[in-house]
């Protein structure tokens, strides 16, 4: 954070960014291209398979591009992002129109392998360029949150507009100490929301032919989530950055007490107030019985 930015009296404490392994969600996308890649290259050219992809050149293309889109789909229902599948699809789309453009449609078992650990590669180097780009400042005032590589976000949240904190650490945050904090603030921000469907069938009648009905039921329930812009996204020392945070907004909490004592200084300038423009209105009504006196003389 510049000092321009600083508010008065406003001092660091710390600024964090995401450990590296915290992004691991996204690295393993790049991870599945290679792991594939290799093994796409394998069953095409030294597998027991070979003479049947080598007498059908679009088949080793298709087998390559099922089982991607295949994983890309599984994938996308796991994490509810559809950006997963579409993101393989253009991988298989951009492999076939290089092959055909080029000719290499004959020599897919040697294209294939070096496109897929090319493409993992511009993965891993995009993925580390949106890590870098996020910044996460603690100051003794409040917690600005920076991130976004075309689109840079920044949000700013203050320590008695806190209202909850919710931290997690993954299997990997375990073993490396990083881990996620997300402040929830009091208007909700930082929650996010899990919907659940149950449906059932009823038949009426012990016969096979009967009447059949179908019913529904939703429920929603309000779960801590945030973008990784938007939360501290596994930072490092979690636990450290997590104790630091908390005594930030506990210093910062209003006891019941602060409270009436506020309710009583504030009680205590609006007498004040009162008094002096009932002082000013004595005074403006002695000044206007004069002029009235002056003017009968």
Partial sequence: MDED????????????SPHPLSFMRFQSLSMFLIIWGIVAGWLINFSEWNTIFSNNEWLSVLVWG?????????ASILT???SIFFLYLGVFAGGVALMLSQGWLGASGIFIPFYMVSISII??????????????????????????????????LRYDKIADIDARQGIMGQIFGFGTIIPISQSGFGLGSDKSLAAGGIQLGEKKVGFFGLFGGGKEVQTPRARSYYELHGVFPYKEVKK?????VQGNVITPYQKEQVAFQKEQVDIQKQMRDLLKMQSDSKVDQKGEEGSEE
Avoid: C, D, P
Wanted: no cysteine; net charge positive; charged share 30%.
């Fill in 80 to 82: 509810i992002r559809w």
């Fill in 5 to 16: 930015e600083l508010l008065n009296g406003e001092k660091v404490e710390k600024i964090l």
């Fill in 123 to 156: 993965g891993f180097l995009f993925v580390e360029a949106y890590r870098r780009s996020h910044r996460y400042i603690i100051s003794n005032q409040r917690i600005s949150f920076k991130g976004g590589i075309v689109t840079k976000r920044e949000r700013t």
């Fill in 244 to 248: 630091l945070v908390e005594e930030m």
């Fill in 66 to 74: 099922l089982v991607l889109l295949l994983a890309g789909i599984i």
